[in-house]
């Protein structure tokens, strides 16, 4: 049980940061693209780039709660 | 409820001397010898005309997209240089992410005891961005890549940005690039292994709750998670050796 719990907290906690900044980045660049639609297609390369370096975090912790559960 | 098989690590199916040949492996090499043989396939049935049609189309396709896509982040120049490694490593992360959603990958396989009488389960297919060796091979030879590359362009002076006597300031800003360069290894692989891995038991466990239709949303999306971890390795890889290629700034 307690081990179950602390699965489910890495991944809540790890998860958590991680969704804000990934929201930011998406509303900051939705604003750029908004303002100067020409270079959408450059902040959408580089927004992708910014998701997947947030996202790492989250994967960090995903990958510590799957060790935890299943080894 | 059924018990799920979940196995971080590859499983291994045989072995050969010393080596435990695992089912990824194994996958990995299947998927190397299709995308070796359709482009030797390919490249001798090239035709020129106004108007391509069918295979040929699709593969230019393919190829020019993401050929402009580098083109809009390292220029025309350098995608030149960097276009074969980078495509490859697309294409070859593409199609082991797109393997994970095929029915019979990971359920189809051998069943086996271990030591203690345990029944084990080890799945005749597994993909290799699912395992961590395979995704620390690529992680590897794309950091020492960016080395490389930025080695030849700015050759002894590529170094500089690491090992600085210049002032204090600066010699620990080195030390702090030696360290984010090692750190580049860990959140390639750690990021590719996790994405596909988290989206294999995503599919395992929804799959065991309810089996039909209820999956299918999470197959959407991992075809979208598929083709964005494939292109982000891809984009990143090219953006660092990008900077890799700039010559370090000597006043700020």
Known sequence: MTENFVVG?????????PAIAIGLIVAKALEAMGRNPEASARVQTVMIL?????????IYSLVMALILKFT | ????????????????????????????????????????WLSRNLKLSKSV???????????ESLYNLMVSVAGEAKTKEFFPLIATFFLYILFSNWLELLPGVGTIGIMGMDHEGKTLFA????????????????????????QIVGFKHLSFAYFQRFINFKNPMKFVMGL???????????????????????????LA????????????????????IG????LVFAILTLVFMNTATLPHEEEH
């Open chain 2, 123 to 146: 799945p005749l297919v597994r993909p290799p961005s699912a395992d961590f060796n395979a995704t620390l091979g690529l992680a590897l030879i794309s950091v020492s890549m960016i």
């Open chain 1, 50 to 58: 910014g998701i997947a370096f947030a996202e790492a975090i989250a």
């Open chain 2, 176 to 202: 702090l690039d030696i360290i984010s360069e090692l750190s580049k290894i860990i959140s390639f692989a750690f990021r590719l292994f996790g994405n596909i891995f988290a989206g294999e038991v995503l």
């Open chain 2, 1 to 40: 409820m059924t018990k799920l098989n979940v196995s971080i690590s590859a499983e291994p199916l045989f072995r050969l001397g010393n080596i435990d040949i695992t089912n990824s492996m194994l996958t990995g090499i299947a998927v190397s010898v299709f995308l070796v043989g359709f482009s030797f």
């Open chain 2, 227 to 230: 083709l964005i971890q494939a």
């Open chain 2, 205 to 224: 466990v929804s799959l065991a709750l309810i089996p039909f239709l209820a999956p299918l949303p999470f197959m959407g999306l991992e075809i979208f």
């Open chain 2, 53 to 63: 049609k069918g295979v040929q189309n699709v593969a230019e396709m393919i190829i």
């Open chain 1, 9 to 17: 907290f890495t991944i809540a906690m790890g998860g958590m940061g």
